[in-house]
């Protein structure tokens, strides 16, 4: 099944103006991490939260966690121009053991105008 | 700050012949993963390893892939005999283990079958 859907699927905005990511996931999770991608390149580490907590932040970044609903979003404040690359969310299963791997969402590509 | 390192960057092969990708993971980490990216489509999770055995894999690591870890540092992902489909980036992550979920990222590797 699909695991992890975020939307919009493009998001494109001012620089200064704050945006707001979306995703969905379909099955019980441990933790959900959020992960930026610059075009080609590798994955970066944003922020995670588990299945207990409900915010979370860090610098520009706001996540929320909804479990009950099975969703989760992220919130950039400021933008600004190197902020544009594309974000997944990913989630872990409970107990997934010493295997912990991601499953990850389709991605939103959010483009920051300067 | 220690970081996961990946080479080649960009491999170009035929189809049927053996590729190997190779990964230098952080170094007291326990946890090693590889995942694809398809051009354009999600990151999927291959296979993951730990204490010397793979722990979990998917559907798409079948009997053409395998991963060993052949020293104390490096983490190999080959794969037999290349199709056309097998294009895609690979990236192979790594985590510390006890006390926390964050993944750490390598570069990729850009594998491109002919």
């Known amino acids: 099944s699909q695991q992890g859907e975020e939307d919009p699927q493009a998001l494109s905005i001012q620089e200064g103006e704050n945006a707001t990511m979306n995703c969905s996931y379909k099955?019980?999770?441990?933790?959900l991490q959020w992960y930026r991608q610059n075009s080609g390149r590798g994955l970066v580490h944003l922020i995670l939260i588990r299945s207990n907590e409900r915010e979370k932040h860090s610098g520009r970044l706001r996540v929320t966690l909804d479990t009950s609903k099975k969703s989760s979003s992220l919130l950039i404040t400021a933008s600004r121009a190197a902020d544009t690359a594309s974000y997944f969310c990913?989630?872990?299963?409970?107990?997934?053991?010493?295997?912990?791997?991601?499953?990850f969402g389709s991605g939103t590509q959010l483009t920051v105008l300067p | 700050e220690p970081e996961v390192t990946q080479t080649p960057s960009h491999q170009v092969t035929q189809m049927g012949q053996e590729v190997i990708l190779r990964c230098v993971p952080i170094s007291n980490h326990l946890y090693f993963y590889w995942y694809r990216q398809i051009l354009g489509q999600k990151v999927e999770f291959l296979v993951s390893?730990?204490?010397?055995?793979?722990?979990?894999k998917s559907e798409i690591f079948d009997d053409q892939f395998s991963v060993e870890r052949p020293d104390g540092s490096n983490f190999t992902l080959k794969i037999r005999s290349t199709k056309l489909e097998d294009s895609a980036m690979y990236f192979c992550?790594?985590?510390?283990?006890?006390?926390?979920?964050?993944?750490?990222f390598g570069p990729g590797t850009r594998l491109t079958v002919l």
């Open positions: 992550a790594s985590l510390y283990g006890s006390g926390t979920d964050t993944q750490y």
């Open positions: 099955t019980s999770i441990n933790n």
């Open positions: 390893f730990y204490n010397n055995e793979i722990s979990e």
């Open positions: 990913a989630t872990v299963r409970p107990f997934s053991g010493s295997a912990r791997q991601l499953t």
